[in-house]
């Protein structure tokens, strides 16, 4: 085997049992760069290897490198004199009495770093990662804002199994090894990493837990180590199970009467109460929502079945909503995933890459919303005899400030920026040339996905932009209700759109003669005719759909294509649109890219383009349908307002804007009063 010499001062030669009082500042870099020096191994490629110059004094130059080797397998030497073995001890002093310092082969260097563990610094999660990572893994993790090691392991959590797929150049090999590492560490760092970091993925899809999940209270759960937080388990509704003496079979708040649902539990009692909302999707969401929040609640932290709870207890749930336990709080996940929450971060709330902790709070509204909905469904479920009474009925609602503007109108884009947003969304829908063959073939085809994304999202905001809907009724809005009007005309043809808005409200409203063209060269990319004869049922269809499929489970279940029997092509089976999320998610995407990459913005336009959404856009259409006097009950109706009065907070926007504009003017002659 290859061995190594020390090139330091000889060491003196210490006696069985004698005290050693050596720093224990090495780490696990350190005992590898020594492993790989002892290999002779040069000192220059070890420093640029191992460590980094910045960080890492000893390492700027191969002297010091060696120096700094030299000298830590000295105090190795002495420290496995003082507590190895017996035999290791004779063989180092033989060796140092024959050579004046040790020689070490590979086995003999691997008994001493095992004898001279002491020698270890042990990890904190203060550590910078570059102290304990070789320097070009360090700053791939730097650039993803992750300094220390407590940040890194808080990192994995929250992103889970996928944790390493936006960091460049750390594949699932280097991911599994940096978290092997970190669960050694663990009980050092005082932090614990998620079972599933390093589980299998099928397809880009995280591992997901079984199919069905038991609950129990916090109190039954067994603590572990004092550092290491009690974890809970949790799962949404259609996966919750919870112990029998939980269920409510035998509540206390049970009614006697003849129950008019089949439902032996609470369990059963939620599913037939969310039963009645199966046609009202949006509805169906958010009350599921509420419902497996506070169901999970009383089980988790209350240690109670939904039909024990009394008064007092829904005055706690109240207090909770103020600020939610950590534990009920992460990142949003799939509900199958295993890492699922019940309260999802916001961007707004999610706290800074690192932090361990993580809290939500819901909004005085939000908060007042969560108990309506419980007083309503415990209502149904005392008219329908499941239950005795109704405890939330002698809980006050959570106080609410009653806002002057419920609306957040001002992110509305000016006409100016709504003008250059048009025609920027107009040059890049342009086409990006035809296939080409050869290794040009690869960035011609991304050029013609990335039009094919841009024509989407064009008839997207157009759809909401000109018409003033909703992200969820341009999501929802069908070919087969988009047709010309009876009240056009030949010279100024006129379409009408039919859809089914906020409240179940049916309403009909215009489509501008840009928005039908956009929506045209988006169906020719989906290969469908928007003009096909309506017989034929080529009309049929969502307006907005995708061209291009994530290859995800969820998405191929949505997009499943099959097999026409005629033509023998691949044709959708049965076409699906966007979702409302989807669609949100798309459009953000692409108005960053725009505020980046746009040329001809202020500063100030790039701001009002950066703090718009898709919702934006409908406001947008009202400001300044209301600036170009068109009637302010004509935009009531076209933008489903089941009020005037929320439509004339345009009015009052638009005097705002005229207000500013002329003070703008004023300033420029001093703003002073004439004498």
């Not at 049970?254 to 039963?275: E, G, K």
């Not at 007092?312 to 950590?326: G, H, I, Q, R, V």
């Not at 960035?443 to 000109?466: H, K, P």
């Not at 049922?537 to 969502?542: C, F, H, I, N, V």
Request: glycine share 6%; hydrophobic share 40%; aromatic share 8%.
């Amino acid at each position: 085997m290859a061995e190594r010499r020390s090139s330091s001062s000889k060491a003196a030669p210490l006696n069985a049992g004698e005290a050693v009082d050596i720093p224990r500042a090495f780490t696990s870099k350190d005992f590898t760069a020594l492993r790989a020096y002892v290999q002779r191994i040069q000192p220059a490629i070890i420093a640029r290897t191992y460590y980094d110059p910045d960080e890492d004094p000893h390492a700027a130059t191969p002297g010091a490198m060696e120096r700094y080797l030299t000298g830590m397998l000295d105090t190795l030497v002495q420290l496995a004199l003082a507590h190895g073995s017996t035999a290791l001890a004779e063989h180092l002093r033989a060796s140092i009495k024959q050579h004046g310092q040790p020689k070490l082969t590979a086995v003999t260097f691997r008994m001493v770093t095992e004898a001279a563990q002491l020698a270890a610094a042990a990890p904190h999660p203060d550590h910078a990662i570059g102290a304990w990572l070789r320097p070009r893994l360090a700053r791939r993790l730097k650039g993803e804002g992750i300094v220390t090691l407590g940040e890194l392991v808080a990192f994995c959590n929250r992103r889970g199994p996928s944790w390493w797929r936006s960091i460049p150049r750390i594949g699932r090999g280097r991911a599994r090894a940096i978290v092997s590492w970190l669960r050694k560490q663990q009980a050092k760092l005082r932090l614990t990493v998620e079972i599933d970091i390093d589980s299998d993925e099928r397809d880009g899809v995280p591992l997901v837990a079984d199919e069905v999940v038991e609950v129990v209270p916090e109190s039954y759960i067994e603590g572990g180590a004092s550092w290491e937080k009690k974890r809970l388990t949790l799962a949404p509704l259609e996966r919750l199970a919870v112990p029998s003496a939980l269920s409510g079979a035998a509540g206390e708040n049970r009614s006697t009467a003849f129950c008019y649902i089949q439902a032996n539990h609470d369990h059963d009692a939620v599913r037939a109460y969310l039963n009645r909302f199966r046609d009202q999707p949006k509805t169906l969401r958010a009350y599921t929502k509420e419902l497996e929040r506070f169901l999970l609640w009383a089980v988790v932290l209350r240690g109670k079945a939904l039909s024990d709870l009394r008064v007092d207890d829904c005055e706690a749930y109240k207090d909770f909503l103020k600020s939610p336990d950590p534990r009920f709080v992460g990142e949003r996940f799939a509900r199958h995933s295993p890492r699922w929450r019940p309260f999802a971060l916001s961007h707004s709330t999610a706290p800074a890459e690192g932090h361990a902790s993580q809290s939500a709070t819901l909004s005085p509204e939000s908060q007042r919303y969560t108990v309506r909905v419980l007083r309503t469904a415990f209502t149904w479920w005392v008219d329908v005899r499941y239950l005795a009474g109704n405890p939330w009925r002698a809980v006050n609602d959570p106080m609410v400030v009653k806002r002057e503007r419920p609306m957040k109108i001002e992110r509305a884009l000016p006409a100016g920026l709504w003008r250059k947003l048009r025609d920027e969304l107009d040059v890049r829908s342009a086409d990006q040339g035809g296939a080409t063959a050869g290794a040009q073939w690869h960035m011609d085809t991304n050029r013609r996905q990335n039009g094919v994304q841009w024509r989407a999202v064009r008839a997207a905001i157009l759809l909401m932009g000109d018409s003033g809907l909703r992200r969820e009724e341009a999501a929802r809005a069908r070919r087969e209700d988009l047709r010309p009007s009876s009240f056009g005309t030949p010279e100024r043809p006129v379409w009408e759109l039919t859809i089914v808005g906020k409240g179940q409200r049916e309403r009909t409203v215009p489509v501008s003669a840009a928005t039908l063209a956009a929506l045209r060269v988006h169906w020719r990319d989906r290969a469908q005719d928007f003009d096909g004869a309506a017989e034929e049922d080529k009309q049929s269809g969502p307006l907005l759909s995708p061209v291009v499929i994530p290859w995800t489970d969820a998405s191929r279940r949505r997009h499943r294509a099959g097999q026409s029997a005629e033509s023998g092509k691949g044709q959708p089976a049965k076409e699906a649109g966007y979702t409302a999320d989807g669609l949100n998610r798309l459009i953000s995407r692409m108005v960053t890219e725009l505020v980046e990459t746009m040329d001809g913005l202020s500063l100030d336009e790039r701001v009002r383009l950066g703090q718009s959404n898709a919702h934006a856009f409908r406001h947008t259409f009202g400001t300044q349908s209301v600036a170009d006097d068109v009637p302010v009950d004509v935009v009531q109706k076209v933008l489903g307002h089941a009020s005037l009065q929320t439509t004339t907070l345009y009015v009052r926007a638009e005097q705002k804007r005229i207000f500013e504009e002329v003070a703008q003017y004023y300033t420029g002659f001093g703003g002073k009063a004439p004498k």
